[in-house]
């Protein structure tokens, strides 16, 4: 083949390239967007109901956590100001966890 012939057949394959390469019809594709559409909203209002449980969820598990953990803060400052009045009165727990003075041995031992 000659430079002629080969450039004349490029040309030709480019030209039944370019054929295959051009647009689709639009009214071939108009029915089934409509439904790719309503897919991808039926997908969106999925997405946006579970991100709307899971934030409720959270939210329910923040309250519980707060309160427990204040709870929590509270109990130990009751038992850290009991503590404290025990150690200023010198009272000591008896064997009934009932708060007693401390017998002068332990209160004179407690200085050292």
Do not use: C, W
Request: no cysteine; aromatic share 4%; glycine share 6%.
């Amino acid at each position: 083949m000659d430079a002629a012939g080969i450039t004349a057949s490029m040309q030709s394959s480019t030209s039944d390239d370019d054929d295959d390469m051009a647009a689709p019809d639009a009214a071939v594709y108009g029915s089934s967007s409509v439904g790719i559409l309503d897919t991808l909203n039926g997908l969106l209002e999925k997405g946006e109901t579970q991100f709307n449980t899971a934030t409720a969820t959270e939210s329910t598990n923040k309250n519980n956590f707060d309160q427990r953990n204040q709870a929590l803060i509270d109990e130990i400052n009751k038992d850290l100001v009991a503590y404290r009045i025990a150690s200023a009165m010198k009272l000591s727990h008896g064997d009934d966890g009932i708060l007693k003075p401390r017998p002068p041995a332990m209160v004179r031992s407690s200085r050292l």
